[in-house]
């Protein structure tokens, strides 16, 4: 099982940006998906989740409103659309493979991990 995520790159405040993840293996169509991220010198957060079937989508606070996680199961892709951008929003950010179906705000719960996209965000 591999994840690759991709979209990342450097935009200025107020900008969006779209990663990508894709997965290749078996596992995906039933599997819940989560976007983490982390920032330089601090620790890795949760950002947002999605069910097996595209639904119950769950975010962090601090995203809530700007950021929308989607998935195509047809692709086995994930995505994550990113508005109205901030510094505080820099970080590399990783996708993550649930191993139920329900989405969950927990790392410890996700099986499979992506290598991380660098989103930086200029003030």
């Known amino acids: 099982v591999q994840l690759q995520a991709s979209g990342g790159g450097l935009v200025q405040t107020g900008g969006s940006l779209r990663l990508s993840c894709a997965a290749s293996g078996r596992i995906f169509s039933n599997n819940a998906m989560g976007w983490f991220r982390q920032a330089p010198g601090k620790e890795r957060e949760f950002v947002t989740a999605?069910?097996?079937?595209?639904?119950?989508?769950i975010y962090a606070d601090s995203v809530k409103g700007r950021f929308t996680i989607s998935r195509d199961n047809a692709k086995n892709t994930l995505y994550l659309q990113m508005n109205s951008l901030k510094p505080e929003d820099t970080a590399v950010y990783f996708c993550?493979?649930?191993?139920?179906?329900?989405?969950?705000?927990?790392?410890?719960?996700?099986?499979?991990w992506g290598q991380g996209t660098l989103v930086t965000v200029s003030s």
């Open positions: 999605i069910g097996w079937k595209g639904g119950s989508p």
């Open positions: 993550a493979a649930h191993r139920y179906p329900t989405p969950s705000e927990y790392g410890y719960g996700y099986g499979y």
